[in-house]
């Protein structure tokens, strides 16, 4: 059980980790290439969707990366 | 909403006014509700319990009275061995004690009291 | 709908709204507060800061569960749904107030990490009856983070409306974990047989109300109307639906809405682009079929949100025979025009 728990711990330390650093780059770059709304949305507005973003990443990396190749 | 999304928050719900019940009943089925609340509030500064797999929780209903009050696990040979943390102020407090301890002592340093020993 | 996101879309109706949520906050944690004060005046200011901010959210959070089926129950009730977003963050706070107090009162004193001490303070898996329930409640309050965190237009457009009804359909899990973790926890150690009538009763009330309403949904979505030799399905006649609103049927298995508008005939696609709302409760306004959930707007010959916005559904032919409406159940493209029919 100790073990599980550890790994559950990290993998969830990873996800929200990894999430920051996708979100930063989503909210300030990326999403701004698939989400025309997002051109004129202000900093704070940006920051606001950061906790969302890291919270969704993987669903969000599929959309960047699905209109990347469109 | 769409058809199908109707149907599932239709079978989540009949799935849950199910499960729901079935597991709140075992929660509650040991619970005593003739027993008075305020006796079994401990009178003692502190509790100590042993849980599972060596860890032993400290609940201190008020700080301690004495100045410095260090955790120490007792060692094979009945000797204090390694410092494991202080208890400063109210709350409960969680330590992981190792294979070798014998059991666990609250010391005053400062005084070089014992508060409290207590062995396995 | 808008041109860029804002921070958060306020209206006069929005702003009243938030005023009440926070004005019944700060109301019940005062009455806790001095309650708590006067009947146990040894309770400790963390103590009663964790009760007062978890009774809170799961109060909130039955008034957020019953607010969906009795909408579709009774349209009356559609104004508190029209803001239920700013109730479920607001909720998630006090929610998030209870489990980092809960986490520095009990479990970052010791030695080991407070994450790791929620895990493992009780190792009681196996027990159906000593479940640790603080795991419980951390998980209720991750499904309940990426709720919250997400209650904005465009987690809906990027996530895909879909993805996104689904990850707000978790609070239904994050319920169940939340009432377990209140009778494993709380109830263990103050025994009181009201507040466990009054957590049961709660839960027959939501569980009673969310199935009400599936079955009345249910019957609509079976209505099976008569076709004509050219497949088109007669639905009703043309005096049963009143000038600028709707009825809604199922064809096909999907919902239209006919609506009449100055006298003629439209139908359109009965489910909202923005949440799903149901665009047959809602009425004509300037000319445009207005979404009873938040207010969305389309135009009602071509299922087209009016420039700038660029939302657009189905739409459906219509004729009438005899002053009986019927649809061609096959749908046009999102956004064709056709021409609306008189009656």
């Not at chain 1, 290439?33 to 949305?41: A, C, F, V």
């Not at chain 2, 109707?6 to 849950?16: D, E, N, Q």
């Not at chain 3, 607001?90 to 107030?97: G, P, Q, T, V, W």
């Not at chain 3, 682009?273 to 979404?291: N, R, W, Y």
Request: net charge positive; with cysteine.
């Amino acid at each position: 059980m100790e073990t599980v728990i550890n790994i559950f711990i990290i993998a969830l330390g990873l996800y929200f980790g990894l999430g920051l650093l996708f979100g930063l780059y989503f909210l300030f770059a990326g999403a701004t290439t698939i989400d025309p709304l997002m051109k004129e949305s202000k900093k704070v507005v940006r920051l606001l969707l950061l906790p969302g973003t890291i919270a969704t990443w993987p669903f969000l990396i599929g959309k960047l990366f699905q209109s990347k190749k469109v | 909403m769409i058809a199908k999304q109707r149907k599932a928050h239709k079978l989540v719900w009949l799935l849950m006014a199910v499960v729901v019940p079935i597991l709140l009943f075992f929660a509650i089925k040991d619970l005593d509700f003739a027993a008075n609340i305020k006796a079994t509030e401990t009178t003692e500064q502190f509790k100590v319990e042993l849980v599972k797999d060596r860890t032993i929780l400290i609940t201190l209903s008020k700080p301690l009275p004495s100045s410095s009050s260090v955790l120490y696990e007792i060692d094979a040979a009945g000797k204090l061995g390694k410092v494991m943390g202080q208890l400063q102020g109210k709350g409960t407090y969680e330590f992981q004690v190792s294979e070798a301890a014998s059991g666990i002592a609250i010391v005053d340093k400062i005084k070089n009291e014992n508060i409290y020993t207590t062995t396995f | 709908m808008g041109l860029d996101y804002k921070l958060v879309l306020w209206n006069k109706h929005k702003k009243n709204y938030d005023k009440l949520i926070a004005l019944g906050m700060v109301l019940y944690l005062i009455v806790f507060f001095v309650l708590s004060l006067v009947t146990n005046a040894e309770m400790t200011a963390e103590t009663i800061i964790i009760r007062a901010f978890g009774s809170l959210a799961i109060i909130l959070l039955h008034l957020i569960l019953v607010i969906g089926p009795l909408t579709r129950l009774n349209p009356n009730y559609l104004p508190i749904l029209y803001n239920r977003r700013h109730l479920g963050v607001s909720m998630f706070l006090a929610a998030l107030i209870h489990g980092v107090f809960s986490t520095i009162n009990f479990h970052t004193l010791g030695s080991k990490n407070p994450i790791e001490s929620i895990f493992t303070s009780n190792m009681d898996y196996g027990s159906l009856t000593n479940f640790p329930f603080q795991v419980l409640g951390f998980l209720a309050l991750l499904i309940l983070f990426v709720m919250a965190s997400t209650s904005h237009d465009f987690f809906l457009k990027n996530l895909s409306p879909k993805i996104w009804k689904r990850l707000h359909m978790l609070v239904y899990l994050a319920y169940s974990l939340i009432v377990l973790h209140v009778f494993l926890g709380a109830f263990q150690q103050e025994t009181s047989p009201f507040a466990i009538g009054v957590l049961c009763l709660g839960f027959v009330l939501i569980t009673g109300l969310h199935l009400t309403a599936a079955f009345k949904e249910g019957k609509i979505d079976s209505f099976k109307a008569s076709k004509d030799s050219d497949g088109w399905l007669e639905v009703c006649t043309t005096g049963e639906i009143e000038e600028s609103r709707a009825k809604i049927f199922t064809v096909e298995g999907e919902r239209i809405a006919v609506f009449k508008n100055e006298g003629k005939l439209s139908a359109i696609h009965n489910v909202c682009k923005h949440q799903g709302g149901p665009l047959g409760e809602g009425k004509i306004v300037d000319g445009c079929i207005t979404c009873p959930w938040h207010g969305y707007q389309y135009l009602p010959h071509n299922g087209q949100s009016p420039p700038p916005f660029t939302e657009k559904v189905k739409t459906y032919q219509l004729k009438v025979v005899n002053g009986f409406v019927y649809v061609n159940p096959n749908a046009y493209e999102e956004g064709t025009e056709v021409t609306p029919i008189s009656c």
